[in-house]
Nanobody, 121 residues
Framework: VHVVESGGGLVQPGGSLRLSCAAS????????MTWVRQAPGKGPEWVSS????????QYADSVKGRFTISRDNVWSTVYLQMNSLEAEDTALYYC???????????????RGQGTQVTVSS
């Protein structure tokens, strides 16, 4: 299993970023996919999940209405569009297979390098 996250960076409060995650080595089209973030000194925080078809999405309350998860099953890629970014969104963002209830197991075994998002003026 191989996942590569990209698209992070430094952005001002209120700004936007689009994260991408290219995945390989497993049945992507049959897998829920999840974005997780980890701020310095804190544990992993579930952010959002998308079903294999891309039709069903779930969001943490802290990002609902600001973030949008999507996927492209042709290119085995998951996206996270992040708008109205806040300082509290600063974290290292990972993508992993699994849904809200199962991602933790995969995160331990299949974590990528993540992509850093820093929201600061």
């Amino acid at each position: 299993v191989h996942v590569v996250e990209s698209g992070g960076g430094l952005v001002q409060p209120g700004g936007s970023l689009r994260l991408s995650c290219a995945a390989s080595g497993f049945a992507f089209t049959k897998s829920d996919m999840t974005w997780v973030r980890q701020a310095p000194g804190k544990g992993p925080e579930w952010v959002s999940s998308v079903s294999p078809s891309g039709l069903y999405m779930q969001y943490a309350d802290s990002v609902k209405g600001r973030f949008t998860i999507s996927r492209d099953n042709v290119w085995s890629t998951v996206y996270l569009q992040m708008n109205s970014l806040e300082a509290e969104d600063t974290a290292l963002y990972y993508c992993v297979r699994g849904d809200r209830d199962t991602y933790a197991t995969y995160l331990r075994e299949e974590r990528g390098q993540g992509t850093q998002v820093t929201v600061s003026s």
